[in-house]
Structures are given as structure tokens and as C-alpha cells.
T-cell receptor
């Protein structure tokens, strides 16, 4: 069974601090990785995508990928109360039908404390 | 607003009812997806349509029947559902052809309650 694992949280971080969200995946052949943010009662929205080992920065967000360790993380700098949401890690894996399909983790619920 | 719309946004139905969920994407994408999101479970991929052809069916019970008349519209027909089918049903679309780097854009979802 190909899986994506996340700590469900809740993760509480003081406002202004760095929030660190982690994700591991089982398919060593995966090449594409995504972080989605989902506010309560809303649908997921894409925050970051990353395809190569190393760091990718976009504003206050940094995605980190280590394919050898099968690990991807999301750092949020200068955390704001508006960052409080569930963060979903998604990894492209080969499906039973031989296609690429996105496999999601259960999500980590993040709360930023003012 | 992501360019993917879903109707209805909320639906309550009995186990003997028949209803349909509708999804429309205005992004010019060629692939559409149905996902189920239940509490404390990962998003579950149900069906994938690529250029109107179904390419994935992840062991979904036959009481869920998808229909994709064109690349912009996707339906999920529901009949004789069970209470455990209550969930948020999300539609997504993407532009296939970039070797797995396609971003999926989600609609707002339909919150379904089966009584």
C-alpha cells in the first residue's frame, strides 16, 4: 500500500514563530510533491510544489525535499493567525492502473496562537 | 475562486433517494477527479477522467456512478447510499501532460449527509 504519513497534530505555534510541518512517503519512485492548505469547511488550495531535492522558497513558505530519506517538509516563517488551517501533503505515486495519481496524507492541523 | 464550481454545496438525502452532484471547470483543463473526504481520513481518490475517458476507479461501490459528458463537466450520480457515505465530496481538475507535475485545483465541495 503506497502511503503518505503526516502527524495529525494539533500543532500549536506562537504568532511570529516558525511552524514546521513534516511528511514521509512510501513510494521511492515519487517525483512530485505538493503542499495544500485547507481551512475548516473549505476545499484544499495549493501552497507549494517541489520536484527537486533541497529547498524551495515562496514568501514566508519554504518546502524542503529529501528523496533519499523520502521526506518532505513545509516551513512557515513569521506565523500569522491566518495560517491556522490543516496542511495536506500530497505525493504523486503510480496507481494500480499504471497512472500517476496524487496520494494525500491525513493532514496536520496547525493553530497559531496570538 | 479557483475556476472549479460544484453544486449543490450541501445535500441531505435518504438511503432510497437518487441524486446527482455536478462539477464544472472553467480552466480549460483536460482531466477531472472526484475525491471523498471523511473526518480523520486522507482524501480518497474515487474516479479520474482524462479527455472524458475514465482512467481510474478505485474500488468505488456501484452506488456511485460517474459521468463525464465533456472535458468541462463531471457528474457523480448517487443511489441507495449508506450513512457511512456521508462526507465532503470534492471535484478537482488539472491539465495533464506535464509528467506528474500537474497541479490539481479543487472545487468548494458538496457536503453530503445520508440519513
Amino acid at each position: 500500500q503506497k502511503e503518505v504519513e503526516q502527524n495529525s497534530g494539533p500543532l500549536s505555534v506562537p504568532e511570529g514563530a516558525i511552524a514546521s510541518l513534516n511528511c514521509t512517503y512510501s513510494d521511492r519512485g515519487s517525483q512530485s510533491f505538493f503542499w495544500y492548505r485547507q481551512y475548516s469547511g473549505k476545499s484544499p488550495e495549493l501552497i507549494m510544489s517541489i520536484y527537486s531535492n533541497g529547498d524551495k522558497e515562496d514568501g514566508r513558505f519554504t518546502a524542503q525535499l529529501n528523496k533519499a530519506s523520502q521526506y518532505v517538509s513545509l516551513l512557515i516563517r513569521d506565523s500569522q493567525p491566518s495560517d491556522s488551517a490543516t496542511y495536506l501533503c500530497a505525493v504523486n505515486m503510480e496507481s494500480n492502473f499504471g497512472n500517476e495519481k496524487l496520494t494525500f496524507g491525513t493532514g496536520t492541523r496547525l493553530t497559531i496562537i496570538p | 475562486e479557483t475556476g472549479v464550481t460544484q453544486t449543490p454545496r450541501h445535500l441531505v438525502m435518504g438511503m432510497t433517494n437518487k441524486k446527482s452532484l455536478k462539477c464544472e471547470q472553467h480552466l480549460g483543463h483536460n482531466a477531472m477527479y472526484w475525491y471523498k473526504q471523511s473526518a480523520k481520513k486522507p482524501l480518497e481518490l474515487m474516479f479520474v477522467y482524462n479527455f472524458k475517458e475514465q482512467t481510474e476507479n478505485n474500488s468505488v461501490p456501484s452506488r456511485f456512478s460517474p459521468e463525464c459528458p465533456n472535458s468541462s463537466h463531471l457528474f457523480l450520480h448517487l443511489h441507495t447510499l449508506q450513512p457511512e457515505d456521508s462526507a465532503l465530496y470534492l471535484c478537482a481538475s488539472s491539465q495533464e501532460g506535464n509528467r506528474g507535475r500537474e497541479t490539481q485545483y479543487f472545487g468548494p465541495g458538496t457536503r453530503l449527509l445520508v440519513l
